[in-house]
């Protein structure tokens, strides 16, 4: 079919030549300069284009607006924090380093992050963080309450049962009816 | 930078390379590899690493190992003293981190004599076979089928019911 349509145009073409051709040798017959004179439409027509960027072409393809609103929003924002973090942390390891590991000296105790090695890790934990001494004693406060409790439990259970078998002591006291409200005349005679 | 480790505490044996004898004339490609490695690559990281250590030096910290006092185990614990029990429970914890670690590193000595013997492995790394053998046995016996939810006091149980197995046993022997 675009074979058929090109070679349809070729033949327009020829035949235009041919009728502009004709028609200005016949009547001027001096120039000879084809292709200037009135033509028919779809005919091939010759146009200078810049050399470099070839014919201007209005391309048709899918929007790229969205994708490339959502990539430039992503770059954005991850680089809003992120190129901060990135040169945070290339400070930190190349100017300040890590810690280097060495034998506690004789009669010195080390702070509690002393024990870390990463610059950060050890900041972490001497300001963010409880020392580990901290934490060991609140669990320990909190296993010693928690014992007395079970223990004071244990204990009133004990009592409890003890003061409710023995009966001597200030648990357990119900009131019974006074003994001279009970009307035994029923059982005065043996016959009832 | 991840620091190597003490290369003191277990020295290498040296390595038995043999001497190679020239057959050709034609000069070594690997040494020319070599040259441009280090002139493209070992030089520039090399120097860049010794401006950073040498700024790094300029204040210097350490850090320590941590040495914990040890306290009474939970064997000899009273009944019902939770605050003995706790402190028995983190012993035995950083004791049982303490074996895992052993552990790996006997097995990473066996797997560097592998490695360094090729096919004589098995005649030239019997000491480091028996260390592994000696030290995972040891390990099974003492952690082995805890399971995840493992304490000091199912430690404690196994271990009770090991030593009535040997008893046991020593008793049918007789």
Known sequence: MAAMSRVLRAAAAWAARRAGGAGTTGITGTTGITGIGPRLPGTLVPVRHSGDHGKRMFIIKATSFYDSRFLSLLRFYLFLTGIPVAVLLTYINVFIGEAELAEIPEGYVPEHWEYYKHPISRWIARYLLDPPEKNYEKDMAMIDVEMKKSELRLLELEARRLMRHRGDGPWYHYETPDKNLVDNSRKATPDN | ?174
């Open chain 2, 1 to 174: 930078m991840p620091e190597d480790h003490d290369w003191e505490a277990y020295k290498v044996p040296p390595t038995r390379t043999p001497v190679s004898e020239r057959t050709t004339s034609v000069p070594n490609p690997v040494n020319y590899f070599q040259t441009a490695f280090n002139y493209v690559l070992d030089t520039p990281i090399t120097f860049i690493r010794g401006w950073i250590e040498r700024w790094q030096n300029k204040n210097k910290f350490y850090y320590y190992h941590q040495k914990f006092r040890r306290v009474p185990d939970l064997s000899q614990c009273l009944e019902g003293d939770y605050l003995c029990y706790y402190e028995a429970e983190a012993q035995w914890r950083r004791d049982r981190m303490v074996d895992q670690e052993i552990v790996e590193i006997v097995r990473e000595r066996m797997a560097a004599c592998k490695q360094r013997e090729g096919p004589n492995q098995f005649q030239n790394c019997a000491k480091e076979m028996q260390l592994l053998e000696q030290v995972t046995k040891a390990y099974q016996d003492r952690y082995g089928d805890l399971g995840y939810h493992g304490n000091a006091r199912t430690c404690l149980m196994k271990q009770k019911h090991r030593m009535m197995e040997e008893r046991k046993a020593a008793q049918e022997k007789q």
